[in-house]
């Protein structure tokens, strides 16, 4: 079984985040309160409350290298926290924002975080040294509605969003003075801040989770009508493949290797899609199922000629013998899941453990140790 | 404005296409290719057009044949999987219409559209307000 550890935290989880040595997770039990907590001998001992919003905390990130807390809510604020002296302090990085900030994620390098808001911006914060203070840049252009995801390149300056707009869009975040220039000329991490690098117009409905593959070479984004979105070569000429399943919409997203992505969302049972050796993606699997769905129960489009032309172009089409909704296994999750972390060390080619929260107020925790067999050879 | 201009001839245009797809239909129609007289109908569907004209006359049509249609777990077998999001998208205007008898048909049909295709299915037609039938 690829679960290891289940635990009811709260009512409701809406966001969580694990501390460097994976040994402390951080959650927001849907209120305006961050709780950590400690794993010590199967038990899970509350260690710390931070209260410090005044609204649901919609985001939390915590940087492996520096041990830094940051949180973002609806209340429109971000608060970076140290761990000083037994006590998590916060700062306040003032985001200007009008609406509620949505999601946040620290840079690669940590010398920078993104925010994604209601207010159809995106921050980029960075740390000022002279003032000691976080510093916050918009991303005004572009977005026609609230971001509901951000992820980083690899490479610290790429940014992916996407938006309730049902676009995923890739900006460069370059700032002088914390980025340095990429040694490579030409390559779009060259692009001053805020420029948009690329538009993908793959979904008319809401897209939410957006993740970059380790290498940075590959995109997976979900949107709220069952598919997802895997974007190669992100630049000029894009290729892209949506692949539609049949089951409930997704919210988040996980790249576990260059060639496997876990998707979880309002199904409550993670997803697995794979590429095949030719690169085209399809569904694989429930991950909490023990038998193998016959690879027809799904359909995918698949196109080579950049974005905007994906409906109703499948080619892979084999009728599925329909079977039975994953609700009927009885999962580990009970309701919707909205976010998966992975627990991996930052940069490491693959992932062998995640852990996914959702509104059922469980962190559960996977381990593919055992499972590259049944996962097949793309693992 | 211009754009609306464009949009005129090609929605004349589209209408002409929608009749000779119709008279395709009916000879099918009449050869019992039940199947095939829906394929033709869905064929090309959404119209990429904003034009109501010419959905109402496209769903005239799919209409004619999804009304036709006796074996529905025959029609779903030979149906390819990659009109299943559209032939959803029809049902839910043929349920809007409030129609009895079209209502009993879309309904049966749902059902069984939905064993097959799933829920995505029903996601992708709800969520899709661009490409509306």
């Known amino acids: 079984m690829a679960v290891v550890d289940v635990h009811r935290f709260a009512e409701s989880i809406t966001c969580h985040a694990w501390s460097p040595d994976h040994s402390m997770v951080a959650l927001c039990p849907n209120n305006n309160e961050v709780h950590i907590y400690k794993s010590s001998q199967d038990q899970w001992e509350r260690l710390h409350v931070l209260q410090k919003h005044d609204q649901i905390v919609s985001g939390i990130d915590w940087s492996s290298k520096s041990n830094k807390l940051v949180t973002v809510s609806h209340d429109r604020n971000s608060y970076v926290w140290s761990f000083e ?54 991303i005004r252009k572009r977005h026609e509605s609230s971001v509901t995801n951000v992820a980083w390149h690899p490479n610290n300056i790429l940014l992916a969003t996407t938006s309730t707009d049902g676009k995923c869009r890739v900006f460069s975040t370059f700032i002088k003075g914390v980025d340095t220039k990429d040694p490579k000329a030409g390559s779009p991490a060259e692009s001053k801040f805020g420029e948009p690098i690329l538009q993908l117009d793959l979904s008319y409905s809401w897209a939410f989770g957006v993740k970059w593959s380790p290498s940075g070479n590959t995109l997976a984004y979900v949107g709220h009508s069952s598919m997802i979105y895997f974007v190669d070569d992100v630049g000029p000429s894009p290729l892209a493949q949506s692949v539609a399943f049949r089951d409930l919409p997704l919210r988040d997203v996980l790249f576990i290797s260059e060639k496997m992505v876990i998707g979880v969302g309002y199904d409550s049972n993670p997803m697995v899609f794979a590429a095949d050796d030719t690169g085209i993606w399809s569904f694989i699997r429930y991950i909490g199922e023990k038998k193998a769905v016959s690879s027809g129960s799904s359909y995918s489009s698949q196109f080579s000629e950049a974005f905007g032309k994906f409906y109703g172009q499948s080619k892979s089409a084999t009728t599925n013998d329909a079977s039975e909704s994953s609700k009927s296994r009885g999962g580990v999750h009970d309701n919707c899941i909205n976010s998966i972390v992975s627990l991996s060390k930052s940069g490491s080619p693959k992932v062998m453990r995640f852990s996914t929260s959702g509104l059922d107020g469980k962190i559960a925790i996977w381990d593919l140790e055992n499972m590259e067999e049944e996962l097949g050879h793309q693992f | 404005m211009a754009g609306t201009i464009v949009e005129a001839d090609n929605a004349d245009g589209i209408i002409m296409r929608i009749e000779t797809k119709s008279q395709k239909i009916e000879s099918l129609l009449k050869q019992y290719k039940h199947v095939e007289a829906l394929k033709t109908a869905l064929e090309g569907s959404p119209p990429k057009t904003r034009d109501e004209r010419c959905k109402s006359a496209n769903w005239i049509v799919v209409h004619r044949a999804i009304m036709a249609i006796k074996d529905i777990d025959g029609m779903l077998i030979a149906l390819d999987v990659e009109y299943y999001d559209i032939l959803m998208k029809y049902l839910y205007r043929g349920l809007s219409t409030g129609d009895r008898p079209t209502c009993d048909q879309c309904l049966k049909i749902h059902e069984k559209l939905t064993e097959r295709a799933g829920l995505g299915c029903i996601l992708r037609c709800l969520t899709d307000t661009v490409n509306t039938v």
């Open chain 1, 85 to 138: 002296g037994g006590e998590w302090v916060p700062t306040l990085v003032i985001l200007r924002l009008n609406r509620a900030a949505l999601c946040v994620q620290w840079s690669p390098k940590e010398n920078k975080f993104a925010v994604g808001s209601g207010a159809k911006t995106v921050c980029i914060c960075y740390y000022e040294q002279e003032n000691n203070w976080w510093v916050s840049k918009l």
